[in-house]
Nanobody, 119 residues
Framework: QVRFVESRGGWVQAGGSLRLSCLAS????????MAWYRQAPGKQREWVAA??????RYADSVKGRFTISRNNAQNTLYLQMNNLKPRDTALYYC??????????????WGQGTQVTVTS
């Protein structure tokens, strides 16, 4: 079964930076468009960024501050987060890139990594 292990979240003051990692146990990692998602308390999980053959894409809320990258040889996905804001506080997950209308039906998620940004 495909497994995702997210790591390197933490506490940071507004304006600070973090670099998240996600190790994916999947044989098809290199051929999949991969993505980061986040879920803040009391809110639905939302798409943050994706990277595939077409290059990286970002949600408007993080564009210019976050950078997604990948190492296919190590089945690892990264998210460099700069100029963090309190509204970025959430549990961050990685997964294949999922169509928005299918998000609620996906059950295979990792435990996520918590990012907390203080003002």
């Amino acid at each position: 079964q495909v497994r995702f292990v997210e790591s390197r979240g933490g506490w940071v003051q507004a304006g600070g930076s973090l670099r998240l990692s996600c190790l994916a146990s999947m044989s098809t990692f290199s051929t999949n468009t991969m993505a980061w998602y986040r879920q803040a308390p009391g809110k639905q999980r939302e798409w943050v960024a994706a990277i595939g053959d077409g290059g990286p894409r970002y949600a408007d809320s993080v564009k210019g501050r976050f950078t997604i990258s990948r190492n296919n040889a190590q089945n690892t996905l990264y998210l460099q987060m700069n100029n963090l804001k309190p509204r970025d506080t959430a549990l961050y997950y990685c997964n294949r890139n999922i169509l928005p209308e299918l998000m609620s039906s996906v059950v295979n998620w990792g435990q996520g990594t918590q990012v907390t940004v203080t003002s």
